[in-house]
């Protein structure tokens, strides 16, 4: 308990940031009968697609400090903007989290429908083995409109339902109750997570290989299996989340969404997939454990995984530049030395067509030298269509609001009628009814404008081995291109590192 102040008023802690970079939600927060505490929020509503999901951590010193570095990801790869998570603890220390996440992208057109996703830990959340969607049918989001004038709420944190509660009962059951927009009237629904039941028709995954170890920039593989649970027979979709954020020695940071990871198909039962794990190229030296996920049916079975890596391949300094039309600027390329062997060629991979990049030398023999120069031009200025900005997902767009046209030409026409007859009476000469005809269209023509013009999305260029290509953003309507520098040689491709260039 925090100390007592001398008036007998408690006094509080400075607060603990348990946030990366994945930006925060809703938060829940929960103790158990030793003191210790749990804390789960969703991340937040300005969070990129990749880092969308449910996180969760501990303190078993009274929240002096928490026991993951960086809080572990309890969702589903691909979770469909998760929010409103709950979390509770039973007398053996079991973890309960449930949480709503959408059926579909948000929308003011969609359905707008949301399930309730279940997962328990048995060992005070230092593992979450198994997601499952709380079998009901689908609950529907209360999104209120838009009023004219503001912006329009990202769902589903912002929403007036949809805010599941839950308890834990003494057989350790979860026991939820939300709230449910049906349409013509708004239900509260209820259910209970029955912990000791196992589904007839299920599932497992394994991962089956050694831990692998590579250089940073370079791919690991894992190989996965599968086996049935009663007469289950279904694909399973594979996915990984729950990545490190390490700080490098450069001063920069390895972020979540830095990692990707991909699977040489659908995983069915008594069979097995490859899943191939990129490293980011500047992720520092030592073993590090992710989350490899096998989903069928809206159920999730999750396994830890490690990889290690002896550090990062190569570099590029710096890795960023600000350039005008027909500018060029130099980076240092390097190679770690005994990383590769033969002959080392260089390569950019992601550049949009405004940028161009050339090398000297463009190739080097690794035992004899670990150098080159990049020079990066930007050839013409960016155009809408060389782009590759992606619409926001979480957010609705911002709603029409056609009653606008309807009563501005009501008014529009009643004026005009107002100014005849008053023309008539008084005898208004021409060019006057002329200049208010030319003052009224123009009225009407700038509420259209901005009845029609919407919010432009905001660059979303996703971190990936090939690079992201133009992203807008920024003042004064400079683009930033971010693209990999890569090193191919007798083992394959490796990503030495990214740069970003901006520019107007």
């Known amino acids: 308990m925090p100390p007592a ?57 009274d929240g002096a400090s928490f026991a993951f570095p960086e809080s572990s990801v309890i969702s589903a790869p691909g979770a469909k903007s998760p929010a409103y998570p709950q979390i509770a603890v039973d007398s053996n220390s079991n973890v309960n989290v449930v949480w709503e996440q959408a059926d579909q992208p948000i929308t003011a057109g969609s359905t707008n429908t949301f399930h309730l996703f279940f997962t328990r830990s048995q060992d005070r959340g230092d593992t979450f083995p198994t997601i499952r969607p709380v079998p009901m049918t689908s609950s529907v989001l209360c999104i209120p409109a838009t009023p004219a004038g503001t912006v329009t709420p990202t769902t589903p944190d912002t929403t007036t339902c949809g805010t599941v509660q839950m308890g834990v009962d003494a057989s350790s059951n979860g026991d939820m109750a939300w709230v449910n927009d049906s349409g013509s009237a708004t239900n509260i629904d209820f259910a209970v997570a029955n912990v000791a039941a196992q589904p007839a028709n299920d599932f497992t995954i394994s991962v089956n290989s050694a831990t692998p170890t590579a250089y940073s920039g370079q791919a690991v593989t894992f190989n996965v299996s599968a086996q049935a649970i009663g007469s289950f027979n279904s694909p399973i979709t594979m996915g990984c989340n729950d990545f490190p954020e390490i700080a490098t020695a ?214 990936n081995a090939g690079g992201t290509g133009g992203t807008s953003g920024g003042a004064g309507g400079n683009v930033t291109a971010t693209f990999m520098v890569q090193a191919q040689a007798g083992n394959g491709i490796t990503n030495l590192g990214t740069v970003s260039i901006t520019t107007q």
């Open 5 to 61: 102040s001398g008036s007998g008023l408690p006094t509080f802690t400075f607060p603990i940031g348990l946030v990366a970079d994945e930006g925060v939600g809703t938060a829940n927060v929960t103790t158990d009968a030793n003191g210790s505490i749990y804390a789960v929020y969703a991340s937040g509503p300005k969070a990129p697609s990749s880092t969308e999901g449910i996180y969760f951590n501990r303190s078993d010193n």
């Open 250 to 463: 450069q001063g920069g940071t390895v972020r979540r969404s830095d990692f990707s990871c991909s699977a040489s198909g659908a995983l069915k039962a008594a069979n097995s997939v490859i899943v191939t794990l990129a490293i980011p190229p500047q992720l520092p030296a030592g073993s590090y454990n992710f989350a490899i996920n096998g989903t069928s049916g809206g159920t999730t079975h999750r396994v830890m995984a490690t990889f290690t890596t002896a550090g990062p391949a190569g570099s590029v300094q710096p890795n960023s530049a600000t350039l005008a039309v027909g500018a060029s600027a130099n980076f240092n390329v390097n190679i770690t030395s005994g990383v590769f062997t033969g002959t080392v060629n260089f390569q950019c991979n992601g550049q949009p067509a405004w940028i161009q990049c050339a090398f000297n030398p463009s190739s080097i023999n690794a035992a004899a030298q670990t150098s080159s120069v990049m020079k990066v031009t930007v050839l013409s200025a960016p155009t809408a269509s060389m782009l590759s900005d992606q619409p926001a997902v979480r957010g609705l767009p911002t709603q029409r609001h056609e009653g606008l046209w309807g009563a501005l030409l009501a008014a529009l026409c009643l004026m005009a009628v107002a100014m005849i007859a008053v023309g008539r009476r008084e005898k208004l000469n021409a060019a006057l009814l002329r200049g208010f005809a030319v003052m009224a269209l123009t009225i009407v023509l700038a509420a259209g404008l901005v009845s029609c013009g919407g919010a432009a999305s905001p660059g979303a260029g996703s971190n």
